[in-house]
Each structure stands twice: as C-alpha cells, then as structure tokens.
C-alpha cells in the first residue's frame, strides 16, 4: 500500500506549481521551503512572478497605506495620547509589517529567486549520506510543516470568523470599521463591495504576505541546518573504510566535481576536499541569506517589541471579552513571529558549531596519513566560529535576543502605564 506521503505527493503533482518543483516536495529536507513559497504564490508575490509582483505591489501599497491613514486618524481622535499609540501600534502592527515585507519581497525578487535556486540545485538531498541521517531531517521536517501549518490555519479560522461575524449576525456593519472609505455603507451594493475589498486587505494579503516571509526565512534556515546534518555525518565516515562509496553517491550529485587523486589512499583527502567544498559553499550561502533577510530580521524585532509592548498595554484597558480576546490574539502572534525568527536561528547557530564533534567523531587515526589530521583539525578550527543571522551587526538572532526582547517590551509597558495615570 502506498504510504500517506505518497498519496499527498501523487495528488499535488495535478497542480502545475507543485509537478514543476516534484524533485524538492520528493526530497524529506528541502519540501518545507513550499511553506514559505505557497503563500507567496496565491499573494501574486512570488519572487518569479515579476509582472504579476509589480502590479500587486503597487496595489497592495496604495490600498494600506490608505487604510492605516484612516486607521490612525480614528485612533487619534478617539483616545488619549497613550491609549492613542498603544491603539494605532497594536491594529496597525499587521498592516505594517504586510507593506514592509511586501516591499522586501518586490526590491529583492531576484535575490529571494537565486536563493530558491541554489537550495534546489546546489544543497545535497536528505538521502546524500545515510538513512538515519534521512530520517533524522524527515523527523524535523515533519515537525517544522505542522508547527507552520498550525501556525497558519489557527490565524486564518479566526480571522475569517472575525470577517463573518456580520453575515452570522445578519448585521449590516464593517469588520473593520477604521477605514478612509464612505459613511454610507449599509446598501447594497455598496456594502458587499466594501465588505469584500476589507475581507482581501486585512484578511487575505497579510496571512499570505506576512506568513509567506516569515516562512521562507524559517525554512530556509532549516534546510541550512539540514545541509550541516549531513556534513556532520560525511566527514564521521572519513577513516572508516567506507569512504569510496559515499564518494560515489555524492560525485552523482549536481555540482559536486571530482577532487584531484595522487592514488588509491586518497580516498579519504578526496571525501574531505568535497565536504570541505561544500561547507565552504554554505557558509557563503548563509551570508547571503543573511543579506537578503536582514532588512526583514530588523523589521521584525521593532514590529514584535512595538506589538508586544501595545497589545500588552491595551490588554490592560479592554473592557469587552471580544476586544480582550482580539488583543490577545495579535500579542500572541507577535511574540509567536519573533519566537520562530530567534528559534531556527539559533539551531542552526548550534549545527553549524556541531560540525566540530563530527570531525572529532571520525576514525582520521585509522587512515595513516597526517595530512588528513591537519584537514580536520583545520574543519574543527572553523566549525568553533559558529554562524549567526543578525541585523546591520546590531543584534543576533538567538534565545538570548529573544528573552532580551521581552524584557525590553514590558520595561517599556511599564514606563507608558505609568506616563499614562
């Protein structure tokens, strides 16, 4: 019988974007990047779509920035000066961060697509080396997709219910009501036309927009921390005699050339010059990562400590369960947003490093030949110098960045509880 994968493999291969990109969906590392990807692709953002992008760009830019104008006009005049900050940043958080990545996604496009590339094309597949180390990445794929579809169906049930909240009620009112649109909205049809263009600009573009980002940035890092997975097994096989097979599993791989051979005993020389290639290609793939992404980490640390820090203090003054769930809701994202950012930053911080105990672990004292103790010993030296993703040099992306975040947040809740009695 075929397995549950096999099915879901068989019936996605119907849809065009997904039969295109069958070798990643097929390979247990590299499927989580679709996470990241689908988003983009029903948000007519995908960085290969460049005449769609453009069109939708400009769109999605003019339509927020007109509502979010509105949005703190009322805030403005409907509050105190406190109340008023806490408001516009708490309801406008999403909004802002839906322009702001947006904007990142459309000025970098060809960036985001060479990175697409060079995981697809370039990365070694999940089954390069073993399968415990197969199966291994394939556990924490399968983790990582239910966390991300978690992460995305519970947003969007609740968001949807939100906007149906009228039709369930059989009123006749606005799910946003904070909007530069008319006053007269209650005929048809009128309303049905405001009511959809509010359900596309609130519901849809930012759960795909801003999910998509984020997505693509948390799987990326996972299959980087897959790539290290497998280099870490590689070179635990350098001494141990099977060094000749592994070498022809990887030579069939795209990308990977044939080292230079003195003779027969270099088969473990020839094992390191490709794994140490290939690390040398990793590092410089994750300094680009870190490029691309870097206006969107630092964007994401003052979007998350100015929602955590407003949904906190409006928490505090709701006086309705509805209003109080809401604002939950959206605290909780925000501190969800930054939790995953620090989290596979920070793993793959740690696998980087792990590369290390590999190279300790292998069996280089059976090989007899010094030079391949001086190989791994330089592996070791490097591997000491763990990778960070981080902001402009300002701050890491770590658990430490995370916790320092809060801290910061409710400090900054506390001085504005107080400015404000």
Request: aromatic content about 12%; proline content about 3%; hydrophobic content about 45%.
């Amino acid at each position: 019988m075929k397995s549950l994968r096999h099915r879901l493999l068989s019936f996605l291969a119907r849809f065009e974007f997904f039969n295109s990109r069958m070798d990643m969906l097929k390979d247990k590392g590299k499927c989580v990047i679709f996470a990241g990807e689908l988003p983009l692709k029903l948000a007519k953002l995908h960085p290969a779509d460049r005449g769609a992008s453009s069109i939708m760009y400009f769109l999605i830019i003019m339509v927020l920035v007109t509502i979010h104008v509105g949005l703190m006009y009322a805030c403005l005049l409907e509050n105190s000066r406190v109340d008023a900050i806490a408001n516009i940043l708490g309801l406008s958080n999403g909004g802002m961060q839906t322009i702001f990545k947006a904007t990142a996604i459309f000025y970098q496009r060809k960036e985001f697509t060479k990175i697409l590339k060079t995981m697809r094309y370039s990365f070694w597949p999940a089954d390069a080396v073993d399968s415990a180390t197969e199966e291994q990445i394939w556990t924490n794929s399968k983790k990582l997709l239910l966390l991300l579809s978690t992460q995305y169906v519970v947003p969007a049930l609740y968001l949807i219910y939100i906007m149906i909240g009228p039709i369930l009620k059989g009123s006749r009112y606005l799910p946003c009501a904070y909007c530069l649109l008319p006053n007269q909205t209650d005929e048809s049809p009128i309303f049905e036309m405001v009511y959809a263009f509010q359900v596309i600009t609130t519901v849809f573009l930012p759960l795909h927009i801003i999910g998509g980002n984020d997505n693509l940035y948390v799987t990326s890092c996972s299959i980087c921390s897959a790539q290290f997975r497998l280099l870490r097994a590689a070179i635990r096989v350098v001494g141990s005699g099977h060094e000749g097979e592994l070498i022809e599993r990887l030579l069939r791989l795209p990308g990977v050339e044939t080292p230079p051979s003195r003779g027969r005993s270099d088969k473990a020389k020839i094992l390191l010059v490709i794994c140490i290639k290939h690390h040398q290609n990793l590092l410089r793939f994750i300094d680009t990562l870190n490029r691309v992404f870097e206006n969107g980490i630092f964007g994401q640390f003052v979007f998350s400590l100015a929602g955590i820090w407003a949904n906190c203090y409006t928490l505090t003054i709701q006086t309705t369960i509805k209003g109080s769930v809401t604002t939950l809701a959206i605290y909780g994202s925000c501190l969800l947003q930054l939790l995953l950012f620090c989290a596979f930053s920070d793993d793959l911080s740690h696998l980087s490093a792990d590369l290390a105990n590999g190279a300790y672990e292998s069996m280089w004292y059976q090989n007899g030949d010094p030079d391949v103790g001086r190989c791994l010993a330089l592996v070791i030296l490097r591997s000491q110098k763990a990778v960070c993703m981080n902001a402009y040099g300002l701050f890491e992306l770590n658990h430490v960045s995370f916790m320092a975040v809060i801290r910061f947040s409710f400090s900054l809740y506390t001085f504005m509880s107080q400015v404000a009695t």
